[in-house]
């Protein structure tokens, strides 16, 4: 069974990696870019993902440049709590949650996909410029840099190449560029002293604007950590570098955090427009299918980007092993995934959790000195809870549920090459 995997992100990568795991062993991964490369920007991945890496043999790797993230704490912009959580193990979670860079997450999936499947299962500079499909299998064409095309035949095509997609663009002509929501976002990595308990989110905001604080590596030596910060704010109110997000955020008081040290010591601020897709009806086609940021980009509110491209991977690969037709396993998996991932797009486009910093400053523009002159007693844990259910993340279904971890018989592999 031949599997073609187009991009080399964490989606791809996962998938190709729990593909092996399921007994798949013919599975390649063409990136567009000469190189597989990140920005060394911060992600979280919460602790269902976390579970699915830890099946895949990959937690020990992690973490050894990654910080268990302890709580989530949200703010409005004069440092007054709106809200505060424990996160992952602290949280009753049988896994940690991860504040990580997601140029280390990728250069650990990276690695093990060359170690386990062979440096040829990787192949750079690969972009995806046709594509034919059709119940039997299908037939995708690339160019290199150089512009050579060479068509590429395989049983099975998984479009995990991120937000602008070329396989979601052949299978949806005519969609058009990812819709922005009129906010930019600026964001940059420094060394910092720790705040609050080391292991902190930070969550700032009014009804317009998001300062976001976490640290994603801790230097053992000193006790420093590397804070990933990222500031959001209307695309009128924006310009380039480290002078915007200071006459914007300078004013503001993120708690144990000297922001005007922490930005000026960034040595790069990058910034771009906030944009997600739109649910689509139907991510499967005979047999390719979309996954992660291909199938359901969605705003960066509440750490579930890289989340759920992992859950994708492990799942599609889950539905793969135990069905005899592939075609079906396709269908079956995007039966499973898509319902959930339109629900969760369209709550991130509210900004899932961190409405109630909206709610808040709405509510007491000025500040307040209990949040409880604000909000009732149950109110902010029904909107935590609620958007943890959303997500499949609530605790008890990411302790309790079966496990994805599955391996297809030798027999019934023969039974694909057949088909």
């Known amino acids: ?93 049988r896994w940690p949650q991860l504040s990580v860079s997601r140029s280390h997450l990728v250069d650990v999936l990276a690695a093990e996909v060359r170690r386990r499947l062979g440096d040829g299962a990787i192949v750079t500079g690969a972009r995806l410029v046709g594509l034919d499909h059709g119940p039997g299998g299908t037939s995708a064409t690339f160019t290199d840099p150089a512009g050579t095309l060479r068509t590429v035949g395989a049983d099975l095509l998984i479009g995990a190449d991120g937000i602008r997609s070329a396989v979601r663009a052949a299978l949806h002509p005519g969609e058009g560029p990812p819709p922005a929501n009129g906010t930019t976002i600026h964001r940059g990595t420094a060394w910092a002293e720790p705040f609050l308990t080391g292991a902190s989110m930070a969550v700032l905001g009014d009804d317009r604007r998001r300062l976001v604080l976490y640290p994603i590596e801790t230097d053992r ?36 955090v000297d922001l005007a040290r ?24 005979g047999r390719v299918t979309l996954l992660g940021d ?6 960066p509110a509440g750490s579930n980007g890289a989340t759920q491209s992992v859950i994708d991977a492990r799942v599609l690969a889950w539905h793969l092993a135990r069905n005899s037709d592939p075609g079906a396993a396709l269908r079956a998996y995007e039966e499973e995934r898509r319902p959930q991932m339109t629900e969760l797009q369209r709550s991130n486009r509210s900004m899932g959790p961190e409405r109630v910093i909206t ?42 549920r079966p496990s994805l971890s599955v391996r297809r018989p030798p027999a019934a592999m023969e039974s694909w090459r057949t088909q």
């Open 1 to 93: 069974m031949r599997i073609a995997i187009a991009g080399a992100g964490i989606g791809g990568l996962a998938a190709a990696l729990s593909l092996h795991a399921a007994g798949f062993d013919e599975v390649t991964v063409h990136e567009a870019e000469p190189r597989i490369r990140s920005l060394g920007f911060g992600l979280n991945i919460l602790p269902n993902a976390v579970r699915e890496l830890d099946g895949l043999g990959l937690l020990d790797a992690l973490e050894q440049r990654a910080v268990r993230t302890r709580e989530l704490a949200m703010y409005n912009p004069y440092g007054n709590l709106v809200w505060r959580e424990d996160r992952g193990v602290g949280a009753g979670y």
């Open 221 to 256: 030596a000193t006790g420093r950590t590397l804070v990933n910060w990222v500031a959001a704010l209307p695309d009128a109110e924006a310009d380039d570098g480290h002078a915007s997000v200071l006459r914007h955020f300078g004013g503001w008081s993120p708690p144990g």
């Open 262 to 285: 922490l930005v000026g010591d960034t040595p790069e601020v990058h910034h771009h427009p906030m944009t997600d897709r739109d649910p689509l009806a139907r991510w499967t086609y």
């Open 294 to 299: 291909a199938a359901h980009a969605m705003y």
């Open 359 to 400: 709610l808040a400053h709405q509510r007491a523009p000025r500040g307040f000195a209990d949040v409880r002159e604000v909000f009732g007693e149950e109110e902010l844990a029904e909107i935590s809870r609620s958007y943890a259910e959303t997500g499949r993340f609530d605790q008890d279904r990411v302790n309790s």
